[in-house]
């Protein structure tokens, strides 16, 4: 089925992609729940439809039981069969960077950032291997600082320099295989915990041709609040939320600082509490669209990174992708999640979108 403009839909743009690692990420080992395969996630989001209306594609973790970082061609080929089977493509990836996926600490020792830069290496060569096939006509490779807080917090400025070091090689690599890299700002990475920190190690690496910034709206619905560095707070903590009108202030002063870097988004609802499970660290929440406790009017709070301070629709993010991550299996097993989610990403694209002629 190819999505088409409608009255109740008039935009085709930016495209509307899921997210297929929530199926692995805190899921498998001992007291966690098991992993959900690849191409159960895909079934799930290819059988999603609203309004005559259905997802474009999915963005993909790098790793097993997904995709391994070490596929063959062969492996990469049967992947975009089985995603373009369902009238699916792929858009941005995630490169395995961490300790426990093979990487290591962009702020380590010379052999822990052997290991970060080996999986941005492999990342990029997928996915340039994959818009060679042709299932992968936009995205990113998204990547971290893979160092925690804690790790960073014991020397800010040794630290935050080895990671910008680190991303100017990356960014090296990524010009090799002519993709681009961006940095997902999430409160549990150190040197990107907070809006500043982020500003900060993205001029110090000071290539935005090759890394950008990957904003997700419940970690950054977080860094308003400080929560893994106070003094960059811009709510108190005991803000008012029903004071509409000073949240926007505060989106908007955030915004102002990141969305000249962003090149990746991702459309999510957070209820100001942070969520761990696997060997993934606490982090923003992602709640349900409808979630009676989310702080973020999704579709209006999109428009702070989708449109210029003059109001103007930004084409910089040719897709945008939902992010469920460690959703319980039960709620990604129920068809009308990813029916609410869908509708919820269908009014991002409403609010904010455009029409372009693709051939995809």
Same mark, same amino acid.
């Given at each position: 089925?190819?999505?088409?403009?409608? +009255?109740?839909?008039?935009?085709?743009?930016?495209?509307?992609?899921?997210?297929?690692?929530?199926?692995?990420?805190g899921?498998?080992?001992?007291?966690?729940?098991?992993?959900?395969?690849?191409?159960?996630?895909?079934?799930?989001?290819?059988?999603?439809?609203?309004?005559?209306?259905?997802?474009?594609?999915?963005?993909l973790?790098?790793?097993?039981?997904?995709? +391994?970082?070490?596929?063959?061609?062969?492996?990469?080929?049967?992947?975009?069969?089985?995603?373009?089977?369902r009238?699916?493509?792929?858009?941005?990836?995630?490169?395995?960077?961490?300790?426990?996926?093979?990487?290591?600490?962009?702020?380590?020792?010379?052999?822990?950032?052997?290991?970060?830069?080996?999986?941005?290496?492999?990342?990029?060569?997928?996915? +340039?291997?994959?818009?060679?096939?042709?299932i992968?006509?936009?995205?990113?490779?998204?990547?971290? #600082?893979?160092? +925690?807080?804690?790790?960073?917090?014991?020397?800010?400025?040794?630290?935050? #320099?080895?990671?910008? %070091?680190?991303?100017?090689?990356?960014?090296?690599?990524?010009?090799?295989?002519?993709?681009?890299?961006?940095?997902?700002?999430?409160?549990?990475?150190?040197?990107?915990?907070?809006?500043?920190?982020?500003?900060?190690?993205?001029?110090?690496?000071?290539?935005?041709?090759?890394?950008?910034?990957?904003? %997700?709206?419940?970690?950054t619905?977080?860094?308003?609040?400080?929560?893994?560095?106070?003094?960059?707070?811009?709510?108190?903590?005991?803000?008012?939320?029903?004071?509409?009108?000073?949240?926007?202030?505060?989106?908007?002063?955030?915004?102002?600082?990141?969305?000249?870097?962003?090149?990746?988004?991702h459309?999510?609802?957070?209820?100001?509490?942070?969520?761990g499970?696997?060997s993934?660290?606490?982090?923003?929440?992602?709640?349900?669209?409808?979630?009676?406790?989310?702080?973020? %009017?999704?579709?209006? %709070?999109?428009?702070?990174?989708?449109?210029?301070?003059?109001?103007?629709?930004?084409?910089?993010?040719?897709?945008?992708?939902?992010?469920?991550?460690?959703?319980?299996?039960?709620?990604?097993?129920?068809?009308?999640?990813?029916? #609410?989610?869908?509708?919820?990403?269908?009014?991002?694209?409403?609010?904010?979108?455009?029409?372009?002629?693709?051939?995809?």
């Amino acid at each position: 089925m190819t999505n088409a403009i409608t +009255s109740e839909h008039p935009h085709l743009f930016p495209r509307l992609h899921n997210a297929g690692w929530p199926g692995v990420v805190g899921k498998g080992g001992e007291d966690n729940e098991p992993a959900i395969d690849l191409d159960t996630m895909l079934d799930l989001t290819a059988a999603a439809e609203v309004d005559g209306r259905k997802f474009d594609g999915v963005d993909l973790f790098l790793f097993d039981p997904h995709v +391994s970082i070490d596929a063959t061609d062969k492996q990469l080929e049967d992947l975009a069969d089985r995603v373009r089977s369902r009238g699916l493509v792929i858009g941005s990836v995630v490169a395995p960077v961490w300790p426990p996926t093979g990487g290591g600490s962009a702020a380590g020792g010379p052999k822990q950032v052997e290991a970060f830069l080996t999986q941005v290496r492999k990342g990029c060569q997928i996915a +340039s291997k994959l818009r060679e096939i042709g299932i992968r006509p936009y995205g990113v490779v998204r990547l971290d #600082s893979a160092t +925690s807080v804690s790790e960073w917090m014991q020397d800010p400025e040794a630290n935050q #320099s080895r990671i910008a %070091d680190t991303f100017k090689a990356a960014c090296d690599i990524a010009e090799e295989y002519d993709e681009r890299l961006a940095a997902e700002g999430e409160i549990c990475w150190g040197g990107m915990h907070s809006w500043r920190h982020m500003v900060d190690l993205l001029t110090r690496v000071g290539h935005p041709e090759r890394l950008g910034f990957q904003a %997700d709206m419940a970690h950054t619905l977080l860094y308003l609040m400080g929560y893994n560095a106070p003094d960059d707070a811009i709510l108190s903590a005991d803000f008012d939320w029903s004071n509409t009108a000073k949240k926007n202030e505060a989106l908007k002063q955030m915004t102002h600082e990141l969305r000249p870097w962003t090149i990746d988004f991702h459309v999510a609802q957070n209820d100001l509490t942070v969520h761990g499970t696997g060997s993934h660290d606490k982090t923003g929440r992602h709640c349900l669209p409808e979630d009676p406790n989310g702080k973020l %009017d999704i579709a209006h %709070d999109a428009g702070f990174w989708l449109r210029d301070e003059h109001g103007e629709v930004l084409h910089t993010c040719r897709h945008i992708c939902w992010d469920g991550c460690m959703f319980p299996n039960s709620v990604m097993h129920k068809p009308e999640t990813w029916n #609410s989610i869908l509708a919820a990403m269908l009014s991002v694209q409403d609010a904010h979108g455009w029409n372009e002629n693709i051939h995809v």
